[in-house]
């Protein structure tokens, strides 16, 4: 059976944004994200969540990247996971950045999941590349199934940025 894992936190002011710009327009006029990271692990191999350890091998990392390509969905990249909750008002569930599909998740050798190509909403970059950040960390929301006291993801549902994590360490 599969079990749901993720972080659900309230909405706030901070989730607020600007206008979506169209997809034509991202394209003809690239957005400067300069410090905004593009490439950053969603999935650990081996990490620790407020319910327990989890791990994966090449072969699960593989499998959820072959998910997410086979749904053929950029997915979305939100804020506390508000896009998943549809109480939300519609301006809580806006997307802060989007992994383009296919091409935008990786599966690494050591079974971690990768995020490679992230297009950010750019006021969101400057967010994350102020000094403080106004979101630190970012939260994986999945699917898992248990085995041998591990908890081993099976499909990446969402991807919120949050600055509190489930996930442990710093």
Not at 80 to 89: G, I, N, R
Not at 137 to 159: H, K, M
Request: aromatic share 12%.
């Amino acid at each position: 059976e599969d079990r749901l894992a993720g972080n659900w936190f309230g909405t706030g002011d901070t989730m607020k944004q600007g206008p979506y710009r169209a997809a034509a327009d991202r394209q003809a006029n690239p957005i400067d994200v300069k410090g905004a990271p593009q490439v950053f692990p969603v999935l650990p191999a081996e990490f620790t969540t407020d319910d327990g350890p989890h791990k994966m091998t090449y072969e699960d990392a593989l499998a959820i990247v072959a998910l997410f390509e086979k749904r053929g969905v950029d997915m979305s990249i939100d804020f506390d996971h508000a896009s998943t909750d549809a109480s939300a008002p519609p301006e809580a569930r806006v997307a802060a950045g989007w992994i383009p599909c296919p091409g935008g998740l990786e599966a690494r050798e050591d079974g971690s999941v990768w995020a490679v190509s992230v297009n950010w909403d750019p006021k969101v970059a400057v967010w994350l590349t102020d000094d403080p950040p106004k979101y630190r960390y970012i939260s994986p929301w999945y699917t898992y199934r248990e085995d041998g006291g591990f908890a081993i993801p099976q499909r990446l549902v969402n991807i919120a940025l949050t600055n509190n994590p489930k996930t442990w360490g710093c």
